[in-house]
Nanobody, 117 residues
Framework: QVQLVESGGGLVQTGGSLGLSCSAS????????MAWFRQAPGKEREFVAR????????SYADSVKGRFTISRDYAKNTVYLQMNNLEPEDTAVYYC??????????WGKGTQVTVSS
């Protein structure tokens, strides 16, 4: 079964850093864009960051601008999210999303990020 697999979550103190990565298992896809979303307990899933696969254009949620950086390794078909200066409000399950074009997309199962105060 083809799926996106996230890794790199964990527990960190306020002000710390974590890096997440995401790649597809099972086959290689051609992506239009890849993105990270997150969902905190009791809240809806929200957009975090997106990167256009060709060209590398990026966009971020206002809440993470200047602290998070999305990047991709074209050869490895992997997307990364570097998270710096983490805050307790960043605590959530982080999901990887791949836009394959049209309505076609993939989601990962998520990785937990917990920021302690």
């Amino acid at each position: 079964q083809v799926q996106l697999v996230e890794s790199g979550g964990g527990l960190v103190q306020t002000g710390g850093s974590l890096g997440l990565s995401c790649s597809a298992s099972g086959r290689t896809f051609v992506y239009l864009a890849m993105a990270w979303f997150r969902q905190a307990p009791g809240k809806e899933r929200e957009f975090v960051a997106r990167i256009r696969w060709r060209g590398g254009d990026t966009s971020y949620a206002d809440s993470v601008k200047g602290r998070f950086t999305i990047s991709r390794d074209y050869a490895k078909n992997t997307v990364y999210l570097q998270m710096n200066n983490l805050e307790p409000e960043d605590t959530a399950v982080y999901y990887c999303n791949a836009n394959l074009g049209g309505a076609a997309e993939l989601w990962g199962k998520g990785t937990q990020v917990t920021v302690s105060s």
